[in-house]
């Protein structure tokens, strides 16, 4: 979409879609990205959007330009919003989206209209509209692709937490990571840690996996071992930032090592200052007699 547009089909929004992430990236991504970029992906995918991208890009120029003139198309309609969800503007993203939603199924491309859903879906989280996500989510159709259904899921998990429907929320999961490796349950359990612990779910997760655990791979209890202690820096956490608890603490001997060194140089700062101050005045410390 460098060059300008002048029409815009099926066909263009279907290569659109394909762009188009799925929800938590696919199986081999998870698998590919460490435990703590997993929980930062996670924490980021559903924070409250924020629009603070300046101007407007030229892909989503080209398509505005283009529904000037045809304002009701769903093809122009799908492909602005999915541009605007590309770019991280995700309030604008569920502003155009919206206006399609009960539209979806006049997009002809299976794979658009899952796409299209999906990211109106997530835009609701984002917007803190659990119960649209909720309806969005359940005019999706569960797709057969493995990355699909993976991703649609874990989407799936992080709504029905989000309303508080901890069973339904816990059933997916364990869909989700059942017949897969421990790595990617760990995965999957790092990416749906925070929705599950605010709907009181995490421990009934962490079960499912721990008892996925091989014997002969301590190393990744080391994984497991670190979202938990995310969990429990966000219980113990007075606003629950989730981004504050991925920050490593900083242990309290600093804070005394820094106290201590700030007292030894304002000693000398003093000690200094009296000393330049006798000397202007034109006195001068005494001399040791022998």
């Known amino acids: 979409m460098s060059k300008a ?59 505005r330009d283009l529904m000037a003139a045809d304002p009701y198309s769903m093809d122009l309609i799908a492909a602005l ?9 995700w309030s604008m993203s569920a502003n155009v989206l919206i206006r399609g939603w009960k539209r979806v199924m006049e997009i002809k491309d299976r794979r ?5 859903l999906m990211k109106l879906c997530q835009a609701s989280l984002r917007e803190g509209k659990v119960r649209q996500a909720l309806a969005v989510f359940q005019d999706m159709e569960e797709p057969e ?58 421990a009934a997760a962490k079960s499912i996996v721990d008892a996925m655990k091989p014997t002969d791979m301590p190393c990744s209890c080391t994984e497991i071992t670190t979202v938990e202690h995310y969990v429990e820096t966000l219980s113990s956490s ?31 700062f003093l000690y200094w ?5 006798l000397r202007s005045w034109g006195f001068a410390p005494a001399k040791a007699k022998h």
């Not at 188009?20 to 990236?25: A, D, T």
């Not at 703590?36 to 924490?43: G, Q, W």
């Not at 919003?81 to 503007?89: A, P, Q």
């Not at 007075?238 to 140089?265: D, E, Y």
């Open 81 to 89: 919003g999915l541009i605007y969800s590309m770019e991280g503007r």
């Open 112 to 116: 658009a209209r899952f796409i299209y």
């Open 238 to 268: 007075k606003n629950g930032s989730s981004r504050s608890a991925l920050q490593p603490a900083v242990p309290r001997w600093c804070f005394t090592v820094l106290g201590i060194l700030t007292m030894i140089l304002l000693v000398l």
């Open 273 to 277: 200052l009296e000393t330049s101050s």
């Open 145 to 202: 692709d493995r990355d699909e259904l993976k991703s649609y899921l874990i989407l799936s998990c992080h709504v029905y937490a989000g309303n508080n429907d901890l069973p339904k929320a816990l059933k997916v999961f364990s869909r989700a990571v059942t017949g897969e490796s421990f790595k990617y349950a760990a995965r999957v359990l790092a990416a749906t840690a925070l929705c599950l612990h605010q709907a009181g779910g995490f």
């Open 5 to 63: 547009l002048k029409e815009f089909d099926d066909d263009s929004l279907a290569v659109l879609a394909k762009k188009s992430s799925l929800y938590m990236g696919t199986v081999e991504s998870m698998l590919n990205s460490d435990i703590i970029e997993v929980l930062r992906t996670a924490a980021m995918t559903n924070s409250r959007s924020q629009n603070t991208r300046p101007g407007t890009s030229d892909e989503a120029r080209q398509v």
